[in-house]
């Protein structure tokens, strides 16, 4: 590159005048030319110099920040690494460490929010610490067991099943992940169906689940299901603790349901509903078995009917708050000019007449053929809407109703109380969904539930659990005494949340 100094200097020696003659001529000649090369050598040094000390403290700068992130990077990663690695205890010589541990917590935490449970505060933190632990050790001895006792060798028929189970659900899971995940066509060609496939595949694995390692879970929790049978394997029901439980299960029943259908009614419906059921081994007195013929009405006539008697119940409402202020009954007084004319008992009646008039011709052909003595059951096939009166036991049975039941229709249960004897019919009701004809099939004798071989099987299954719970208890600590668990100071938090009840060891074997 030409320096500008070069340049001045190299004009100033061409222009200077020729003064000078032989060696003194030469001698300048030579003088300058090595000023000149100096001066350039001099020039370029410095900015050269220049730019380096320009440069060098934002590259310095640059490599010292990446190499302290990296540096960091790499303590961090070092440190959660130990961290993980820190035993909390030792069984028989094994290392119990964090990192399993905490992996067991977060799972936990992911299973306990999936079913809507908080578990963000301090007592539920330090609880599953201690179930965790409390599991990861309880895993480590059943690996052991199996291994002494030998569950842990499989039969080839055994794993074959075991692969083929696991086919299915892998493919299974991978439809599922399409069906939500994918805008597959259902006329999709091959191509599009087999990259959907491997989309799924691909997920999956990112997420760590691949064919192969579900099945290792698969195996893995069949040879545990090994070990829990082994170890409950002596427990047994006696009909002693049936009887006992079955009569627990009244008296507690009774004290709660013995006179009142209501709150009997809300328990076995909604509680069924909302899984929080079971059986009621009490039934208050006063139930019927009452069976019905439902006659669908023309939509309008019934539309007409409802929308009348709403308003003039609505009306009926306005006008006894209205007696009770001054103020409201301005105000009813203001709205009423605002609105239609106002409806009578007589238009509510006209209307539930014209109802009643559509399905007389019906009523009266049911009732000849009952009072001649066709079976109320055979009227139901033929007239009868309601599909609940074509399955068990309603069918056999009837419906429960009770005069102070809540979860019928008020005209319907009002009709069903109506009836003084078995074997006797209703008049014509309307209803919330049409005119019913109601039969009194039976009495339904209120006390205790009798004592059946269902009732008996479900009893000896909740006991059979619960004994089992406790025999799991019972064997897993023994198996981590023997064992000789020795905790180290770093297991401290963990072992805080521990239960002063020892029976929460069954709590942690059932997670």
């Known amino acids: 590159m030409s320096n500008p100094e070069n340049n001045q200097v190299e004009n100033s020696v061409q222009s200077e005048p020729e003064q000078k003659t032989g060696s003194s001529k030469k001698s300048l000649i030579v003088s300058c030319i090595v000023l000149v090369c100096l001066i350039a050598a001099s020039v370029g040094y410095l900015m050269a110099r220049g730019r380096q000390t320009s440069a060098a403290p934002q590259a310095e700068q640059t490599n010292a920040s990446e190499q302290d992130m990296a540096e960091l990077a790499l303590a961090e990663e070092q440190a959660e690494h130990a961290d993980r690695e820190t035993v909390l205890a030792t069984i028989g010589g094994k290392d119990i460490l964090k990192g399993e541990v905490d992996d067991q917590i977060d799972y936990l935490k992911d299973y306990y929010t999936g079913y809507g449970y908080d578990v963000s505060d301090e007592e539920s933190q330090t609880y599953m610490k201690w179930l965790a632990l409390s599991m990861v050790q309880q895993q480590e001895m059943m690996d052991r067991k199996a291994k002494e006792l030998g569950l842990d060798q499989l039969s080839d028929e055994v794993m074959e099943g075991l692969k083929a189970d696991n ?20 006329d999709a060609t091959e191509e599009e169906k087999a990259a ?13 689940f691949t064919e192969e390692s579900t099945l290792k879970r698969l195996v893995d929790s069949y040879i545990i299901e090994q070990v829990q049978a082994e170890m409950v394997k002596d427990v047994q029901v006696t009909d002693e603790e049936i009887q006992a439980r079955y009569d627990t299960y009244v008296n507690e029943d009774f004290e709660t349901y013995g ?11 909604y509680g069924n509903m909302l899984g929080t059921g079971g059986t009621l081994y009490y039934m208050p007195s006063g139930y019927r078995g009452v069976t019905h013929i439902l006659l669908n009405v023309d939509d309008q006539l019934m539309e007409d009917y409802t929308n009348l008697k709403t308003a003039l119940e609505d009306q009926q409402a306005a006008a006894e708050e209205g007696e009770n202020s001054e103020a409201n009954a301005e105000a009813t007084e203001e709205a009423a000019k605002e609105t239609a004319v106002p409806v009578t008992q007589e238009q509510v009646d006209a209307a539930y007449e014209a109802i009643m008039a559509s399905v007389q011709p019906t009523v009266d052909e049911i009732m000849e053929k009952f009072n001649a003595g066709t079976p109320f059951s055979e009227l139901i096939e033929a007239y009868g809407t309601d599909p609940g009166m074509n399955t068990e036991p309603n069918k056999s049975e009837g419906y429960a109703v009770h005069k102070d039941s809540v979860l019928w229709d008020p005209a319907f249960t009002e009709a069903a109380m109506s009836i003084p004897e078995v074997g006797g019919v209703s008049a014509p009701t309307l209803g919330s969904y049409g005119v019913h004809i109601v039969y009194y099939l039976r009495d339904i004798p209120g006390g205790p539930i009798e004592l059946t071989d269902a009732v008996r099987s479900e009893l000896a299954a909740e006991i059979q659990q619960e004994k089992e719970g406790e025999k ?15 905790y180290t100071d770093a297991a401290a938090p963990y072992l805080e949340g521990k239960p002063d009840d020892t029976e929460s060891e069954a709590g942690a074997a059932a997670e």
């Open 167 to 186: 086919a299915a659900q892998w493919e299974a899971a991978l439809e599922n992940y399409i069906s939500a995940n994918s805008d597959l066509a259902a």
């Open 196 to 208: 959907a496939r491997l989309s799924a595949k691909a997920d999956y694995e990112a997420r760590g």
């Open 259 to 269: 006179d009142d259908a209501a709150s009997y009614e809300y328990q076995q419906y």
């Open 472 to 486: 799991y208890s019972e064997v897993m600590q023994q198996w981590l005494d023997e064992a000789n668990v020795v």
